[in-house]
C-alpha cells in the first residue's frame, strides 16, 4: 500500500476520482449545525453503583438532539429496556439537550456480564444505549450529586442538601397543582454573589453601581414522565425561602405524571420524584 501513495499515477487517478465524486467531499449532514426539532433522542448508559446489598444499579440519561422540541415517548416498542421491561421506568418525556443521570434500573448480585438495553426510537430512527458491568465504567453516588466535577475531592466537607416534596393538594386540567419542595442543608458552601451589570445606554458612561445576584440553594423541576408536558410557573431554579421552593405545575391532558425536583447549593444536588395522576 506504501507503494501505491508514492506513485504519480496512483496520486493522479484518486484525485480524478475526487473530482468526480464532488458529494463526498460535501457531506449533507453538518453536526455543528443546531436543530430546534426534527431529531431524534439518544439514550446514554452512565456507569454502575455498587450496592451495600451485593447487587448493583445502573444509571442512564439521554440526549435529545433537539434544541427546542420535547419528545412524548411511551413505553413499548419505542421505548423500551430489556431483559425485563419493555417498562422499568425509564423517562417517556424527553427535554432538549442532555440530561444525565436521569434513572436507574437495580440489577441481582449474579448480573454478571448481561447487558442491559434501552432502545429509543423517534423521527424514524432508533438508538441504543448498553448498560454492562464493566470495571471501568463504574462509578460512586458523589459523581452524581457533584454533576461530574469530583474536585475539591471526597475530604469536601459540604455535604448535598435534602429535598423532600410536601403533601401533594387536589389537581385537575382546570385546577394547577401548587407544589412545595422541602429542602435542608448544611450551608456549604458559602452563596456566592455576583455583581450584574446593567446595560449601558449609547454615549453614556458606565456605572459603578450595579446589582447583585445571589447564588445559593435553590430548586429546579423537571418532567420525567407524562403523556404531554408539564408547564412549571417557574422556568429558572427557585431560591429557597425558610426552607421551601415553591411552584405551580399545569397540566393540560389526563394521565400519570412523573415529575422530578433537584435542590442545589451550588455545589452538590439532590433529586427526589413525586407521581400526580391528573384525573
Known sequence: M?????????????VAALAQTPEILSPTYNPQTKFSSGQDVVPT????????????????????RNYKEELVIPPGPDNNVEPGGPDQGQPTFFAPRRQPWMYRVKVPADWGQKELVWTLTSHGRTEKAYGQLIMEQEIIERLITSHGNLSPGLDDPNQPPAISIAPLGTV????????????????????????VRP????????????PVRRFGLA????????????????????????????????????????LRATANDGALSTSTVVTVTVP
Open 2 to 14: 506504501s507503494q501505491l501513495i508514492r506513485s504519480p499515477i496512483w496520486v493522479l487517478v484518486g
Open 172 to 195: 385537575s386540567l382546570a385546577s394547577p397543582l401548587s407544589l412545595t419542595a422541602l429542602v435542608t442543608d448544611d450551608g456549604l458552601p458559602k452563596p456566592r454573589v455576583q455583581k
Open 45 to 64: 448508559y452512565e456507569g454502575w453503583l455498587r450496592n451495600k446489598d451485593g447487587s448493583f444499579t445502573m444509571v442512564f440519561g439521554y440526549l435529545n
Open 199 to 210: 446595560a449601558v445606554e449609547p454615549g453614556k458612561a458606565q456605572t459603578n453601581s450595579a
Open 219 to 258: 430548586v429546579t423541576w423537571l418532567e420525567l414522565r407524562g403523556p404531554a408536558k408539564v408547564t412549571f410557573d417557574n422556568t429558572e431554579p427557585i431560591v429557597v425561602q425558610d426552607g421551601k421552593a415553591v411552584t405551580t405545575a399545569h397540566f393540560t391532558q389526563a394521565g400519570t405524571y412523573v
